[in-house]
């Protein structure tokens, strides 16, 4: 066993091209928190501009095939840009994109030929920005009781009504990826679609939900959420992914990558901050660090992040060793959840009311405390909920029912 | 034993409850949560009325002299909102420090004025070394031709954003507890108070930049306010533990609503046994929070004594409510982070009562120090 990548000369080349390239391009001061909602807006811009250009590298989407405007790049080379965008506290691709990660990675499985072509590049260049659809009122961890958004076919063309919640962030998107019900009165399993459509057509409007979280742009999740309006929505049958009324199939891929399938490497931030957050904050004239009910609560704090990591680092490598994977994917996100939200007790207990506020002269630096304090409860739901991953664990364990479930498969077609 | 409500605490239970329905139903309370003062200067009125204000406030001071687990009837009520607004702050931790505290000639001027709700106290006892013990205040006066004069910066005071008038704990000798009390105007020429912004609900900052108050601002005699103090804690953190069961009840009561109501997969959730845990779960963190106040509010009450249940109900209560909400969060997921829900009100004050006064480490050594272990 090997836990370290070990890099060519090559491969420590290509890290100093990139640390050098990023250093001349990533926009100035892009981490910062928005000061407004222009400010916030601009940001996003700035994000937008540089993901074009990592994109047209090919290392917005580095592993992502060559032939349809991805970097192609092997899977070593790909962790490499993934720590030096890291490093910068950034990720790749830098703005929540979770359509385009999703409905990529779907479209490789399951789209036609053609379908690849018109729909990878402009994702892996970075020219769009994609949100995934699929909450509804009526379902959300119930994913399959998908029913209110209805797509029916009228010619050359599918119609979309309905309304999805709980979905995309802000500053708007250029592409939906969506499920919606093609055969409302089929049986269950057998009645949905996938579509990836362009978000700015006739018929659909927005309107933003107030939630408990916050934070915007970068990373997977994002702390704002919109309620989307279909009404009477056009979209060609080319949107069509995975044939009709295949949707629930298509999902197994976008779920498993969505619940943690695909792994994760790289730092944790919180914690690096939190570290240095308790090193420098002192009581009593005595850093945090050194006090022993602090050391006790980090210490478990920094077990369980090291554990998140491992399991990431563990689903990591079985993707891209292509090995065989069961219950890997939700236990990485059942884990990474639990620990998050058991964690915002920890933390209040051992920073006190600190971790509470955003002030500048009484909160920690960017309030970063404090997005934890709400995001650690909000992060539960997204992506299917802890129940729902406990759920799919003991099914793929062997444990839920009469036959064993098979993890999705996340490999497409390859360059 | 009779572990009942008595009839009038049933009366008074009820008139708290269509009160709260009717003027402080969720859309009023989430409306509530972004506004800088806690205080809605309606509501205070009509709670006036109604002699909120003055429920511990002995008779001979304008108030109605109930006893603790009478108006632990209504902290639950208003909990359940949770209302906010200097009730506690002013009516229950503000009456009794002035009460424990004050001389008989300052408790006149100052309670009768509490409880009819015209005055607004607020107790400051926190620095930014946020430690609840005497120990932490720092703060010293400077004495200036027979006056104090106060430099300085009092942290996670609560409601100072409404108070009109602050009960300040200095420090005025070398000894642990040489803590003496102070009543400033809070509108005085510099004092300043400012709601800290984030998950946290109206703790706020407030800043003396040479603020002079007279000799006679002095509450009792020098040295004497931490013992003051603690007597006055000693009540009070019943009550807030009363809010903090009715905040819980309140929260068990949306997610069993929730479970029922909720389908998914053809069923309402709450046949997942999952869901169950979670409730389940709830409804221990509320009921330990619950038995764990009454029995310290009786020995209260019954002139027992009562400093171990005290601080034990506060540890209790302190870890029941956040966690109480974690649980509810998880039987509700997406609908319960939408803010015009309702639950995320409850979820930031669980936060902001958690250190209020103690966090539960610092509750569970009281405990263990008055069990003399
Ligand atoms: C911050 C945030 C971001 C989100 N982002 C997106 C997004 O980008 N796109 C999108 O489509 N959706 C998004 N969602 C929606 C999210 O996927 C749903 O909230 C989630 O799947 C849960 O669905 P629900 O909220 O309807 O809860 P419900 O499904 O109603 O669940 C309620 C409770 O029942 C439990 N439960 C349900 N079924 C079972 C079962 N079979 N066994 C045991 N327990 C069960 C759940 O665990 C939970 O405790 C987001 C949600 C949040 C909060």
Redesign the pocket.
């Known amino acids: 066993m090997d836990f370290e990548v070990t890099y060519t000369e090559e491969q420590q080349q290509f890290r100093r091209e990139v640390r050098a390239w990023l250093e001349t391009n990533v926009p100035a001061d892009v981490q910062r928190t928005p000061t407004s909602p222009e400010d916030n807006y601009q940001r996003y811009l700035e994000l937008r501009a540089f993901g074009r250009k990592l994109g047209a590298k090919g290392w917005l989407y580095p592993t992502a095939p060559a032939k349809y405007g991805g970097g192609g790049l092997d899977v070593d080379y790909a962790i490499i840009l993934e720590e030096e965008v890291d490093r910068l506290d950034l990720s790749l691709p830098p703005y929540y994109d979770?359509g385009g990660r999703l409905g990529s990675a779907s479209i490789l499985v399951w789209g036609t030929e053609e379908q690849r072509q018109a729909f990878l590049p402009a994702i892996y260049h970075g020219e769009v920005r994609t949100?995934?659809?699929?909450?509804e009122p009526g379902?959300?961890?119930?994913?399959a009781g998908v029913r209110t958004t209805t797509a029916v076919r009228d010619g050359d063309e599918y119609v979309i009504k309905g309304q999805?919640?709980?979905?995309?962030?802000d500053n708007g998107a250029d592409r939906i990826w969506l499920i919606a019900c093609t055969a409302p009165n089929g049986r269950r399993h057998e009645n949905l679609s996938w579509f990836m459509i362009d978000a700015n057509l006739p018929g659909i409007s927005m309107q933003p939900m107030e939630?408990m979280?916050t934070g915007g742009e970068g990373g997977t999740?994002?702390?704002v959420?919109q309620t989307v309006f279909f009404d009477d929505v056009r979209v060609p049958a080319f949107a069509l992914v995975g044939g009709e009324n295949k949707g629930w199939t298509v999902a197994t891929t976008h779920l498993e990558l969505e619940h943690g399938g695909g792994g994760r490497i790289g730092r944790n931030r919180v914690w690096d901050r939190l570290l240095r957050y308790c090193q420098e904050t002192k009581r009593d004239g005595v850093p945090l660090t050194q006090q022993p009910d602090v050391r006790d609560s980090l210490a478990d704090i920094y077990i369980k992040t090291e554990i998140t990591r491992l399991f990431g680092l563990r689903n990591f490598y079985l993707t891209y060793a292509r090995k065989a994977k069961s219950y890997e994917g939700p236990q990485l996100s059942y884990y990474r959840k639990t620990a998050g939200l058991w964690m915002t007790g920890a933390i209040l207990e051992m920073v006190g009311p600190a971790a509470l506020t955003t002030d500048p002269t009484w909160g920690s630096s960017a309030g970063f405390l404090e997005t934890q304090q709400r995001n650690g409860i909000?992060?539960v739901?997204?992506?299917?909920?802890?129940?729902?991953q406990?759920?799919q664990m003991a099914r793929r364990i062997g444990i839920g029912r009469s036959t064993r479930e098979k993890a999705g498969t996340v490999h497409g077609a390859e360059a | 034993m009779d572990l009942a409500l008595t009839e009038s605490q049933e009366l008074l239970r009820s008139t708290a409850r269509s009160f709260m329905e009717r003027e402080a139903p969720v859309d009023v309370i989430v409306g509530l949560q972004k506004v800088e003062s806690s205080l809605a200067p309606d509501l205070w009125k009509k709670a006036a009325q109604l002699g909120w204000l003055g429920i511990v406030v002995p008779t001979e001071y304008g108030g109605s002299g109930d006893q603790l687990s009478d108006a632990a009837v209504l902290y639950e009520e208003i909990g359940r909102g949770p209302l906010p607004g200097p009730f506690f702050s002013s009516g229950v931790l503000g009456a009794l420090t002035v009460l424990e505290g004050a001389t008989e000639e300052q408790r006149r001027r100052i309670l009768p004025r509490v409880a009819s709700g015209e005055r607004v106290l607020t107790v400051a006892i926190t620095e930014p070394n946020t430690s609840w013990g005497p120990t932490g205040v720092t703060l010293a006066p400077q004495g200036r031709n027979g006056s104090y004069v106060l430099n300085g910066t009092k942290l996670f005071v609560a409601d100072a954003t409404s108070a009109t008038d602050l009960v300040v704990a200095v420090r005025t000798g070398d000894g642990p507890t040489d803590v003496s009390l102070l009543h400033v105007d809070a509108r005085a020429r510099g004092v300043t108070a400012r709601r800290l912004p984030g998950f946290v609900s109206w703790q706020c900052e407030v800043t003396f930049d040479n603020v002079e108050v007279p000799a006679t601002a002095l509450l009792g005699g020098a040295q004497r306010g931490w013992a003051a103090l603690d007597r006055a804690l000693e009540r009070a953190l019943p009550l807030l533990c009363a809010y903090i069961v009715g905040g819980c009840q309140a929260v068990y009561e949306k997610s069993v609503a929730?479970?029922q109501s909720?389908v998914?997969?053809g069923v309402p959730?709450g046949r997942?046994?999952?869901?169950q845990d979670?409730v389940i779960r709830l409804v221990n963190h509320l009921d330990s929070a619950r038995w764990a106040t009454w029995e310290a509010l009786w020995k209260l009450d019954t002139g027992r004594p009562a400093a171990a249940s005290v601080h034990m109900a506060k540890a209790v209560a302190s870890e029941a409510y956040p966690e109480a909400c974690n649980a509810a969060h998880?039987?509700?997921?997406?609908?319960g982070?939408l803010v015009e829900y309702g639950l995320a009100a409850h979820t930031q004050m669980s936060r902001t009562l958690f250190n209020y006064l103690g966090d539960p480490r610092w509750h569970k050594r009281r405990m263990a120090d008055a069990l003399e272990w």
């Open positions: 979770s949100w995934q659809l699929l909450t379902a959300g961890s119930d994913l999805k919640i709980f979905v995309g962030s939630l979280g999740d994002s702390g959420k909000v992060s739901h997204p992506g299917g909920t802890t129940d729902i406990r759920v | 929730y479970a909720r998914q997969f959730i997942f046994q999952r869901v979670h998880e039987v509700h997921a997406g609908m982070v």
